[in-house]
């Protein structure tokens, strides 16, 4: 899709990086990919990003051999596990004067947005300390049910913002786009034991897409000898029942295992298609249009 279609006032994503825990690159995740967790929104003509793992690299690439007119980015941070971060320090337009990146993260307890981000930049971890980079980045700690309106007048869009304890550990930031009577939700990092989480639910009724955490199998998460239950994750099959309860339209799984490659990713979206026809594994490098 070429930049001139983008910036008609289309909606589309694309995944830049589709892994939990850390980055796994090599021959058996090549089809799916290796790069930890970015999902990229074009708006009309606003660029979004939702999580900065390590496929936020490539997107800040792009964004420069694409040659954008308009130089701002809003990034959108669900939480702050390392997964979730680790791309901003490597970030393009944080380093290139004339460049306003936004950052959005949750205010969850005991942690601040420009703390975490200070101290993942800070010495002897890093060399380059957030206040010192050459572009503009600007910090907005988001509460809950708070509504970000982004664009013009003609067109719109709003995000909104859900902190929920789907994420038992520290809880999470549920976000749903909207755009010219369409939407996008995305829900990472969530555990829905039954029936899907009822945030994300909510959040979901009626999206053109939702974006959820489906990390595990059945299998793996109520394993006898190393159970995941309570880690902040959820199976597709908790995937797909949050789809139907939400009577969404698609369903990506997202956040993949690390231990999962290509031929299990290939087998879990066949076995995802027969609880939800309407379900994709998120893949590095996939585009979906929807407006």
């Known amino acids: 899709m070429g930049l001139a279609e983008a910036e008609s006032g289309q909606l589309w994503l694309r995944f830049w990086g ?3 825990s850390y980055p796994t690159p090599g021959r058996t995740t090549v089809r799916t990919g290796g790069n930890s967790v970015c999902m990229e929104v074009r708006a009309g003509n606003l660029r979004l990003a939702f999580d900065a793992g390590t496929g936020l690299i490539a997107m800040g690439n792009d964004l420069f051999q694409q040659g954008v007119a308009r130089k701002s980015v809003h990034i959108f941070l669900s939480h702050y596990h390392h997964d979730h971060i680790e791309g901003l320090r490597f970030f393009r337009p ?3 004067r004339g460049w306003r990146t936004t950052v959005y993260g949750p205010a969850l307890p005991a942690v601040t947005l420009p703390r975490v981000l200070a101290q993942s930049m800070a010495r002897p971890f890093f ?3 957030l206040d010192e980079l050459p572009g503009r980045v600007q910090l907005r700690t988001l509460a809950s049910d708070t509504i970000v309106r982004l664009g013009d007048r003609t067109s719109p869009l709003r995000v909104r913002v859900r902190i929920s304890h789907a994420h038992p550990k520290i809880g999470v930031a549920l976000y749903r786009l909207e755009f010219r009577g369409h939407a996008i ?3 990472t990092d969530i555990e829905a034991a039954r029936g899907g989480f009822d945030d994300v639910v909510a959040l979901a009724q009626g999206a053109d897409v939702l974006v959820h955490d ?6 793996e998460y109520r394993d006898a000898r190393r159970s995941r239950i309570g880690w902040g994750h959820s199976t597709i099959g908790m995937a797909c029942e949050a789809a139907r309860a939400a009577s969404v339209r698609h369903l990506f799984l997202y956040h993949h295992d690390p231990s999962h490659d290509d031929a299990e990713m290939h087998a879990l979206e066949r076995q995802a298609r027969r609880l939800f026809p309407h379900t994709q594994v998120a893949r590095e490098g996939l585009e979906f249009r929807i407006l």
């Open 185 to 187: 939700v995305y829900a």
């Open 127 to 129: 060399p380059v300390g």
């Open 94 to 96: 944080v380093y290139e």
């Open 214 to 219: 489906a990390q595990y199998t059945d299998e």
């Open 18 to 20: 589709v892994r939990g």
